[in-house]
């Protein structure tokens, strides 16, 4: 069984519950939205540090902690998240994550502090939507890149508090000076931005 935009919106925004989380991790949603594939949007070269924005349950963080030798930041706002986190971490033995607990609003690291940044889902629930993209221009280095995720919303709908469509979301980046490198969509349900500073 899949599982439905309420319950994948209640997991990103509001709630923790391992059964959600497992079955945000299935292999439907793996087809759908898989991290390998759209990881290799931005062309690593193995020793970035990363921020994974809203990191759940590792579904970005684990993937993209093997592609580099950096450090990679993984941030929720969930205690228990990072609690989970840092077990998972533990047992498949993964040294390079680091936990920090914040918002997509007010990342709680320095200016310039990363080479690449991970907002899956998250974007939608900062308020307003703008402050997400600001933040990706004060923690992204010059030249780094953020690989943004969302549901996919079509154009001609009128606006949602719960909604991005793509040419809004690249309309945002670029009134913040970010560069759209990429932008596609993944099954008919998200689509994904890659921007660069």
Request: charged share 30%; aromatic share 6%.
């Amino acid at each position: 069984m899949g599982i439905s935009d309420k319950e994948d919106e209640q997991v990103a925004a509001e709630e923790y519950d391992p059964t959600l989380i497992a079955r945000l991790e299935s292999p439907e949603r793996l087809e759908k939205l898989p991290p390998e594939k759209l990881l290799d949007l931005l062309e690593l070269s193995g020793h970035e540090d990363l921020l994974d924005v809203g990191a759940g349950s590792g579904y970005f963080t684990f993937p993209a902690a093997a592609r580099t030798s950096g450090t990679v930041y993984a941030l929720d706002t969930h205690p228990q998240m990072l609690d989970m986190l840092k077990t998972r971490s533990e047992e498949r033995g993964v040294t390079n994550i680091r936990l920090i607990q914040g918002t997509a609003e007010q990342i709680p690291l320095e200016e310039e502090s990363v080479d690449v940044m991970i907002l899956s889902l998250v974007l939608h629930i900062a308020e307003p939507h703008e402050q997400g993209l600001k933040e990706v221009q004060r923690v992204l280095k010059k030249g780094g890149k953020a690989l943004c995720v969302e549901w996919a919303y079509p154009d001609s709908e009128p606006p949602s508090d719960h909604r991005i469509s793509s040419s809004d979301m690249a309309r945002m980046g670029e009134e913040l000076g970010l560069k759209v490198l990429s932008r596609q969509p993944w099954s008919d349900k998200y689509y994904s931005i890659v921007f660069q500073k």
